[in-house]
């Protein structure tokens, strides 16, 4: 277990190591390049297998439905709190700092670290449970409610449904969407995927893991005490109350018990890095969402240890 996160927190030092090192493009230049290719070939290719694989019953929607509820529940909480504590303790906080900070409270890095975890812990057979997770569930909810969100902290004058039509468009470009819902189809069909394809995506998935992490480690940014003082109350929701949230739902829906734990662990992962482009596209305060980003992918090597015992 400790083996598994020495190694993906090797990868990550690496990733911050690159932005120090002359003549190479700059970190956000590859971030940037990483995402595009994770995003519209790798997690394609390892979706369709994976999701082809995946076992036809209840967890179909206990997984996606788990990732709502917590998600959810997690952006309610740290509204409710941030609300609160801008008329007492962060009085000087403004709406784009508060909206950038709940999003990251709100939203867990299920694929660039849950994927890479959760199939170094719990097997290449639990990789379905990741790919479900972000998929059907936090990655539409990032662009309809994230972006609902991001836009009232901006101060849009736009109408809701505006924001929502805007958000369908960018969901409906998205192709890891397509790969889950061409997954399911062969999946609920029985239909075998040709040996070729299985060996062009078990490649896509070995690839994926560690270019995640290393592109997770050059979005990391060393973050102020003014910062980490902000931010505490964000990290103990994303961290704490998130998996505590999924373990509630995992005794409602009675999950099995190895799926439970996967599930619980994959909700405590910490702030999603793919905030940063509707953050930075609404324009809102990137620098202390890059800190939480930075200070919940630090404490979860922790924290999630701490849950894989539990």
């Not at 539409?140 to 109408?159: F, I, Q």
């Not at 809701?160 to 192709?175: F, G, N, Q, S, V």
């Not at 075998?192 to 940014?221: C, E, H, R």
Request: net charge neutral; aromatic share 8%.
């Amino acid at each position: 277990m400790q083996t598994v996160f020495a190694a993906y927190l090797t990868l990550i030092l690496l990733g911050v190591i690159w932005r120090f090192i002359p003549n190479l493009p700059s970190a956000s230049t590859m971030r940037n390049a990483i995402s595009a290719l994770v995003i519209h070939i790798l997690l394609p290719l390892l979706t369709i297998s994976v999701i082809a694989k995946a076992p036809l019953h209840a967890v179909l929607w206990q997984i996606p439905l788990t990732g709502m509820i917590v998600t959810i529940g997690c952006l309610l909480l740290a509204f409710l709190w941030y609300r609160i504590g801008r008329s007492t303790i962060f009085k000087t906080m403004n709406d784009q700092t508060m909206g950038s900070i709940i999003i990251g409270a709100a939203w867990c890095n299920a694929t660039y670290l849950g994927l890479p975890l959760i199939t170094g812990v719990f097997g290449d057979s639990m990789a379905f449970l990741p790919v479900m997770y972000d998929v059907l569930a936090l990655t539409p909810l990032l662009w309809t409610l994230g972006v609902v969100v991001a836009g009232y902290a901006r101060g849009d004058s736009g109408t809701t449904m505006e924001r929502m039509l805007h958000a369908a468009k960018r969901i409906i470009t998205l192709p890891p969407i397509y790969a889950v819902v061409i997954g399911l189809i062969l999946r609920s069909n029985d239909i075998a995927l040709p040996g070729f394809v299985l060996q062009v995506s078990d490649i896509a998935g070995k690839a994926v893991p560690p270019i995640m992490m290393i592109s997770v480690g050059m979005a990391l940014t060393l973050p102020t005490l003014t910062s980490v003082f902000i931010l505490i109350p964000a990290i103990m929701i994303r961290l704490f109350a998130a998996p505590a949230m999924a373990f509630g739902c995992v005794m409602l829906f009675s999950i099995d018990q190895q799926i439970g734990n996967a599930l619980i662990m994959e909700s405590g992962m910490p702030t999603m890095v793919l905030t940063v482009a509707l953050i930075d596209m609404y324009g809102l305060d990137s620098e202390i969402l890059s800190h939480l980003i930075a200070l919940t992918t630090i404490c979860s090597f922790i924290t999630l240890q701490l849950q894989s015992f539990a």
